[in-house]
C-alpha cells in the first residue's frame, strides 16, 4: 500500500461534487507506475468527505487495484467503482474493503462471449509471429484479462508499427467470426475487446437519471444498493479528450447529460466545454485538487 504523503488541502468547491469519473493512465498514476502517495492522500480526503469514485481504465482489474485502489484505506474503497477493461466489467468493494466477487457489470453475461478471448489471444500470438515479433519476449505484454485481451510494447520498437498490427489483426479476428475488434490503446499498446465496448459503456449500465423522464438526479449503482446525486456533482477526469485516435475519455462524455463537467489532464482538447487543467497528468490532478475554482 502506498504510504500516506503529506495533507493536501481540497478546493472549497469540491464540497459539491457527489461523483468523480476518472481514467487511470497518465491521469492519476504514470503507466505501470502507482499512484503517487499525495494524491492518493489528497483523494481519500475526497471520498471521506463523501464523494464516489468511478475508475474507468483500459488496464486490467488486478493492474488497477495493485496501483491504485490499494493506496485508500479499506473502509473508504466501498466508495470505489472499478471498470476494468475500457469498462468491459465492474466491480465494487464491501465495508471491509474487499473486492465484491460478482461484478456489477460484466460482458461475460453474454454466452457468447464464452472462450472468445482464448481463441483471440492464439490469433494475437500468431500475428505477433507472422510480423517477426517474439511474444513473449523481453519489452513485450501479452495478457488474457478474460474479457480483454491486451498487449504492450514499453520496452519494443513494434510499438511504432501498432498500425499494420492492428489492420492484420481485424482481418483475422472478421474471418474467425469473432465479435471482437482490435484498437491501439493510449501510446504503447493494442487492446482486443468486445464490439460495443468503450468507456460509456458502463457508465451508460450503471448510472442512471432517478427519473424515467431525466431531470436533474442520477442514481448510480453500487455494491451495497443505488445512491442518488446531482448531475451537477459529477466531473469527468482524463487525458485523452483528442485527438481522434486517442480519445478514449471523451467517450465517458458519451453516457452523461450535456454540460457535465470535464476537465483534462492531457494535451488541449479541442472539444468545446472541456477544461484543460493547469498542468498535465497526476501532478495535474493534485494542482486541481488543491486550487480549482468554481466556474
Known sequence: MTSRGPAVPLAPR????????????????????DISASLAHALTRLLGKGT???????????????????AFPRPLRRRI???????????????????????????????????????????????LNDHGIAAPS?????????????VDFPGHPAADRRAELVTTLNDRLGEAGLSVEARRAGHLGIDIVARGVDKSLPLSRLLTPLSPRGGTTYRLTMPDGQVAGDWDGIEVWGDQFSPPDLDADLRML?????????????????????????APGPAGVLDYLARSESE
Open 14 to 33: 469540491f464540497d459539491s461534487v457527489t461523483l468523480v469519473v476518472s481514467d487511470v493512465d497518465d491521469t492519476l498514476a504514470p503507466p505501470f507506475r
Open 254 to 278: 458519451a453516457a452523461l447529460p450535456p454540460g457535465v463537467r470535464a476537465v483534462n489532464f492531457g494535451p488541449a482538447a479541442s472539444r468545446p466545454g472541456i477544461r484543460t487543467a493547469r
Open 138 to 150: 523481453p519489452g513485450i505484454l501479452l495478457e488474457d484479462r478474460g474479457v480483454q485481451v491486451t
Open 52 to 70: 464516489n469514485l468511478f475508475l474507468v481504465s483500459g488496464q486490467g482489474i488486478g493492474n488497477i487495484e495493485r496501483r491504485v485502489v490499494r
Open 81 to 127: 467503482l472499478v471498470g476494468h477493461c475500457h469498462g468491459a466489467e465492474v466491480f465494487g468493494y464491501d465495508r471491509a474493503g474487499r473486492r465484491v466477487v460478482t461484478p456489477l457489470f460484466s460482458v461475460r453475461e453474454s454466452a457468447a462471449m464464452e472462450g472468445v478471448f482464448r481463441k483471440v489471444l492464439t490469433i494475437v500470438t500468431n500475428v
